[in-house]
Nanobody, 115 residues
Framework: QDELVESGGGLVQAGGSLRLSCVTSRNINKIYRMNWYRQAPEKQRELVASITTGGTTNYADSVKGRFTISRDPAKDTVYLQMNSLKPEDTAVYYC?????????WGQGTQVTVSS
């Protein structure tokens, strides 16, 4: 079974920080790429950040320099450190990977940034 459980969301003021966690039921050393997506109300889900087993990271232009994705294979966990948060970062954040060509998703965690 593929299970992903996100946590760490909440309400924060603009300029603040949050760290999201995603625990998987699978050995993340066997998952080539782990992703964080987000979806704001009435907007499409967008890729925020990704990290490969080799440690290569990629970020959406809107979060570069503010967000950092990392992974801890010992805990089968992926993190998203979010600094200098802005109201436009408000969204439900989802952890994701693709296995056998099927997207696997967590339930999401709400991040709300107040101005």
């Amino acid at each position: 079974q593929d299970e992903l459980v996100e946590s760490g969301g909440g309400l924060v003021q603009a300029g603040g920080s949050l760290r999201l966690s995603c625990v998987t039921s699978r050995n993340i050393n066997k998952i080539y790429r782990m992703n964080w997506y987000r979806q704001a109300p009435e907007k499409q889900r967008e890729l925020v950040a990704s990290i490969t087993t080799g440690g290569t990271t990629n970020y959406a232009d809107s979060v570069k320099g503010r967000f950092t994705i990392s992974r801890d294979p010992a805990k089968d966990t992926v993190y998203l450190q979010m600094n200098s948060l802005k109201p436009e970062d408000t969204a439900v954040y989802y952890c994701n990977y693709v296995r056998f060509s099927i997207d696997r998703w967590g339930q999401g965690t709400q991040v709300t940034v107040s101005s």
